[in-house]
């Protein structure tokens, strides 16, 4: 665990889409990182096709440039492949804190990580019922909320963080064609990040408008998927900065 600071800055992006081709291009960004922040969140889709060429691409990038730690969770490119454990093995490797239901404390900061599900939200939450494909898709989805549940309530830190790739919220949804909204995450995440009173929370996957919002709570949500950072901050490094307190203000 790094020093106890009085303030944590926070940088987090997601769908970076690391390819076999990409080795070079992430080095401005994470230098950038490496003056703004003192941890990077990554909110999935780490790789363009779940491969594990992409991964020790990423990997290079990251031993090579990034001087801060790296808290990240997979997406569903990650998962595309079918060899997700391959990828995380060797993000971790690297020094990543690659995060599947697990918590970690960075400099007074708790981060609970998950990948997250779809299934959509609110009245049109797909519900566990008819067919045993229905059935296992949701479950799927109850299984990552019991996981980011889990980890949030290992951490003991005052700031509370949770990292994830699909979305918890419809609002940050807003902008997509709506008959793809409950493939772009699932309501039931919402309810342990409430229940925790996170602090904030970074997901990735959507890339359309409404890069903020909050939940029913009031809790802060920002979507950092890259190509909504270039889209709604062109003058700005691709990625989200937040100020956090440890110092119990």
């Given at each position: 665990?790094?020093?106890?600071?009085?303030?944590?800055?926070?940088?987090?992006?997601g769908?970076?889409?690391?390819?076999?081709?990409?080795?070079?291009?992430?080095?401005?960004?994470f230098?950038?990182?490496?003056?703004?922040?003192?941890?990077?969140?990554l909110c999935?889709?780490?790789?363009?096709?779940?491969?594990?060429?992409?991964?020790q691409?990423?990997a290079r990038?990251?031993?090579?440039a990034l001087?801060?730690?790296?808290v990240?969770?997979l997406?569903?490119?990650?998962?595309?492949s079918?060899?997700?454990?391959?990828?995380?093995d060797?993000?971790?490797?690297a020094?990543?804190?690659?995060?599947?239901?697990e918590?970690?404390?960075?400099?007074?900061?708790?981060?609970?990580?998950?990948?997250?599900?779809?299934?959509?939200?609110?009245?049109?939450t797909?519900?566990?019922?008819?067919?045993?494909?229905?059935?296992?898709?949701?479950?799927?989805?109850?299984?990552?909320?019991?996981?980011?549940?889990a980890?949030?309530?290992?951490?003991?830190?005052?700031?509370?963080?949770?990292?994830l790739?699909?979305?918890?919220?419809r609002?940050?949804?807003?902008?997509?064609?709506?008959?793809?909204?409950?493939?772009?995450?699932?309501?039931?995440?919402e309810?342990?990040?409430?229940?925790y009173?996170?602090?904030?929370?970074?997901?990735?996957?959507a890339?359309?408008?409404?890069?903020?919002?909050?939940?029913?709570?009031?809790i802060?949500?920002?979507k950092?998927?890259?190509?909504?950072?270039?889209?709604?901050?062109?003058?700005?490094?691709p990625?989200?900065?937040?100020?956090l307190?440890?110092?119990?203000?």
């Amino acid at each position: 665990m790094a020093d106890v600071k009085d303030r944590v800055r926070l940088a987090a992006v997601g769908d970076i889409h690391a390819t076999k081709s990409s080795q070079g291009t992430m080095q401005q960004l994470f230098s950038q990182i490496n003056e703004a922040a003192d941890v990077l969140l990554l909110c999935g889709d780490l790789t363009d096709y779940g491969l594990p060429e992409e991964a020790q691409v990423l990997a290079r990038e990251i031993t090579t440039a990034l001087k801060v730690p790296c808290v990240a969770v997979l997406g569903n490119h990650d998962f595309e492949s079918g060899r997700q454990g391959e990828v995380r093995d060797i993000l971790c490797d690297a020094g990543v804190h690659v995060l599947d239901g697990e918590a970690v404390e960075i400099g007074g900061v708790g981060f609970a990580g998950v990948k997250g599900f779809a299934g959509g939200f609110g009245r049109a939450t797909l519900g566990a019922w008819g067919e045993a494909a229905v059935k296992g898709f949701v479950q799927e989805a109850i299984e990552e909320v019991l996981k980011l549940e889990a980890a949030l309530a290992r951490l003991r830190t005052q700031e509370r963080v949770a990292v994830l790739h699909y979305s918890p919220v419809r609002a940050t949804c807003e902008g997509e064609p709506p008959e793809i909204f409950a493939f772009l995450g699932t309501g039931r995440l919402e309810e342990p990040i409430n229940r925790y009173r996170a602090r904030a929370v970074f997901h990735g996957h959507a890339h359309s408008r409404s890069p903020e919002c909050a939940t029913a709570r009031g809790i802060p949500l920002y979507k950092v998927a890259i190509p909504v950072m270039r889209r709604h901050f062109p003058v700005q490094p691709p990625f989200r900065l937040l100020k956090l307190s440890t110092a119990g203000e």
